[in-house]
């Protein structure tokens, strides 16, 4: 078996062949051997690990590095030589110590001497000014639609009802998009899960750009990232078609609150939001394909609310369900969550629509939101209470009193820019 030794990073290495490097020692041991012996000067690493002994059966312990001077003292004739062999010795222990000491390559590299770049005065002001700025993605319409010829003079701020000065606004149409298609496959979607894999890759092909990303997230008894962040939509197109219905809910699984398990609308949002877009910059979209019921969620609506405020992510729902898993007639949107979807989508700055189980409705629903999409504005604002508390502060943005706005209605004031 070949030997075993401890790197200098603390990784245990095997070197066929190889024997174990003692370590060097401040000290080395100069051994002088009788005079009797050939006159000679030479330095020997040793290769005997830590507790072990000499080759020659000597009994005295290995020192970490074992420097020998070997030497005859019987001729004075002898002394320059030896004089020329102790120098020559000395350099080449120099040497060896040297390389005893260069780090191994596992390890991290030495500081470097060289000096480092001049810090730019002109932009540490404006990483200042950019740490409490609050910006507001929004859309607004009249009754023939969408208004896209804002200026920052039309729209005022306020701020638990302060008034706030908008510094920067302008329509953001090409700035880069983060969408996250959260797509129900819990067994009241049996039936129109064919109808969302065929509208949802549709619309990510009309929307997506190169500079735009996307991703896929499932959610049932389980939560399922089907797809990573990608910016072609042929990828997400071929993870939706993938996707299957779970109903493992009937065979008793539970989460941890103890109640049954079933479709995990909450948590998906909070996942999402928290763990895909709360680094990501710029505008951010979360889009659910569901009926609006819960079953076993260890988050809530208020939480997972809460979530995407944070992130700064739009969500909107989409209202769909397979009408025969409610048995028929009697199935209300309503009576499953329709008020929670309303409350999640408005209170972060998007809405709900109902398509039912038409497949010509859920086509106009993508398309209603890739018009909002290419039609938004940004107000940023620097607020004027500056204390990055954690507090939630209520919003109110109004462009006038015959446009609707569709906007957020607060945020938590954390020190970020990305989450603000």
């Known amino acids: 078996m070949p030997p075993v030794y401890q790197t200098t990073s603390g990784r245990t290495a095997r070197h066929p062949g190889r024997q174990p490097l003692c370590a060097p020692d401040v000290s080395p041991i100069r051994r002088i051997q009788a005079a009797s012996r050939p006159a000679i000067a030479a330095i020997q690493t040793s290769h005997t690990p830590p507790g072990g002994t000499w080759a020659d059966g000597d009994d005295e312990k290995c020192s970490p590095c074992a420097l020998f001077i070997v030497c005859s003292s019987s001729n004075t004739d002898m002394r320059p030589s030896l004089l020329t062999a102790a120098l020559f010795s000395l350099t080449l222990l120099t040497a060896v110590l040297h390389a005893q000491e260069a780090p191994s390559p596992g390890a991290p590299p030495p500081p470097s001497d060289a000096p480092g770049l001049p ?23 009249d009754k023939d639609g969408f ?73 049932d008894i389980n939560i399922n990232l089907l797809a990573d962040y990608t910016n072609r939509a ?40 928290n763990e895909k877009l709360t680094q990501e910059a710029g505008r951010k979209v979360l889009i659910l394909l569901t009926d ?40 209300n949107l309503g009576d499953i969550g ?22 010509k409705k859920l086509e106009d629903a993508f398309q209603q939101i890739q018009d909002e999409l290419r039609t938004q504005y940004l107000a940023s604002y620097t607020p004027t209470n500056p204390k990055a508390d954690g ?30």
């Open 119 to 141: 810090s730019s005065d002109v932009d540490a002001p404006t990483l200042k000014e950019n740490v409490n700025l609050v910006n507001l993605y929004f859309s607004a319409r």
């Open 292 to 331: 609006g019921g819960d079953q076993g969620s260890q988050e809530t609506l208020k939480t997972a609310t809460e979530a995407a405020q944070k992130a700064n992510a739009i969500i909107y729902v989409i209202l769909i369900a397979d009408h025969g898993f409610y048995g028929g007639g009697s199935f």
């Open 391 to 420: 507090t939630y502060r209520k919003l109110d943005l109004s462009c006038g009193k015959n446009l609707k706005v569709q906007t957020r209605k607060g945020y938590y004031a954390i020190s970020s820019i990305d989450t603000q």
């Open 234 to 273: 042929s990828d997400i197109k071929r993870a939706l078609d993938k996707a299957t219905i779970n109903t493992g809910a009937t065979y008793g699984s539970v989460t941890g609150n103890g109640e049954p398990r079933g479709t995990l609308l909450f948590d998906a949002v909070y996942s999402a939001a």
């Open 338 to 359: 329709a008020r929670d979807m309303d409350r999640l989508a408005s209170d972060t700055g998007g809405r709900v629509i109902n398509v039912g189980n038409n497949g």
């Open 147 to 219: 208004i896209t010829n804002l200026a920052k003079s039309d729209c005022a701020i306020t701020e638990d009802k302060v008034p706030q000065t908008i510094k920067n606004f302008t329509q953001e149409k090409n700035l880069p998009l983060t969408i996250g298609i959260l797509l129900d496959t819990s067994g009241s979607q049996m039936n129109v899960l064919p109808l969302e894999q065929q509208s949802g890759a549709t619309f990510l092909r009309n929307v997506l750009t190169p500079k735009d990303e996307a991703f896929l997230i499932s959610f």
